[in-house]
Nanobody, 117 residues
């Protein structure tokens, strides 16, 4: 069983920055994919960014140029640096991950980001 734990959420003013972390209980050097998702109240969960095993990273159009997905394999931790935050970025942010040879997609419990105007 893999555990993913998100942290770093909080309240920030529009234009500010936050860095979210996703700590995994398994080495992330062998992931097949790892992603950040978010879900705002009353809305469906949406993809924010995803990194694949070959290192390619893709972002939702709404966060391109503002958010950066990175990872530290030695710490088994992924990060989402969020700059120029907007009120519409307010949501619960979740990370997920899948590993090569393991068909299960694991999810964290989320961290809340609130951006005030």
């Amino acid at each position: 069983q893999v555990v993913l734990v998100e942290s770093g959420g909080g309240l920030v003013q529009a234009g500010g920055s936050l860095r979210l972390s996703c700590a995994a209980s398994r080495s992330i050097s062998s992931i097949s994919a790892m992603g950040w998702y978010r879900q705002a109240p009353g809305k469906q969960r949406e993809l924010v960014a995803v990194i694949t095993s070959d290192g390619n990273t893709n972002y939702a159009d709404s966060v391109k140029g503002r958010f950066t997905f990175s990872r530290n394999n030695l710490k088994n931790t992924a990060y989402l640096q969020m700059n120029s935050l907007k009120p519409e970025d307010t949501a619960n942010y979740y990370c997920n991950a899948a590993w090569l040879g393991d068909g299960t997609v694991y999810w964290g419990k989320g961290t809340l980001v609130t951006v005030s105007s």
